[in-house]
């Protein structure tokens, strides 16, 4: 296993957002997770992420808990924001070279990466531009490229398609079915679950803060007795409370 989940609990106050969540995340697959606003999706990442302490639970990328060696956990992953952080004072090219920097990769390398999707996302001419020009969907796509340099066995994606164009969209896509074909693993947060079905092997629906499916599509139609149905379908499903 990739990643490991373990009872996790946890949120910014008191009372819990997520509440004794445990999932598990194999090399080679994308993942979706899913649900309405404000049920714990992002919470559930910054955990992930180590942004949040948790009340309770294990986390663990690669055999490396986060609670033992936080660093070498961190550098396990690579991670696309739903809202671009853009530095003002640095060029695209210093936004790369920061990010090696972070993950303790040279900067020839780090270029020698940069290249071929600087090209994809049209920006290999626009190294020495300030991103904070740059409109937002560009902006996301210095997100993708610094996150896609790096190589790690975990990319955590936060609705990645915001401000992209259909272009962009399909690059980043791509760029997905390509690390799940070396054996990386991908987890994405999305409200595009057409897409989602398309590209995800597995999906994990939370609601309340708790997680109510989990599998690929077949194993969710089973789950709430809706044969042929779409992930749109079960997710409204779900979300209402019903089949659970």
Known sequence: ???????LTGGYGKKPVIKDISFALKSGEIVGLIGLNGVGKSTTIKHILGLLTPSEGKMSISGIDINEDIHTYRKKLSYIPESPVIYETLTLKEHIYMTAMAYGINQETAMTRAQPLLKTFRLEEQLEVFPSHFSKGMKQKVMIICA??????????DEPFL????????????????????????????????????????????????????????????????PNATLDDIYIRSTQGVGQ
């Open 1 to 7: 296993m990739t990643v490991k989940v373990e009872h």
């Open 148 to 157: 896609f340099i790096v190589d790690p066995d975990l990319y955590i994606i």
């Open 163 to 226: 401000g992209l164009d259909p272009l962009g969209i399909q690059s980043m896509l791509d760029l997905m079915e390509a690390k799940k074909q070396e054996g990386r693993t991908v987890l994405m947060s999305t409200h595009i679950l057409a897409t989602a079905e398309r590209y995800c092997d597995r999906f994990i629906i939370l609601d309340k803060g708790e997680i109510i499916g989990v599998g690929d599509l077949e194993t969710l139609r089973q789950q709430f007795k809706m």
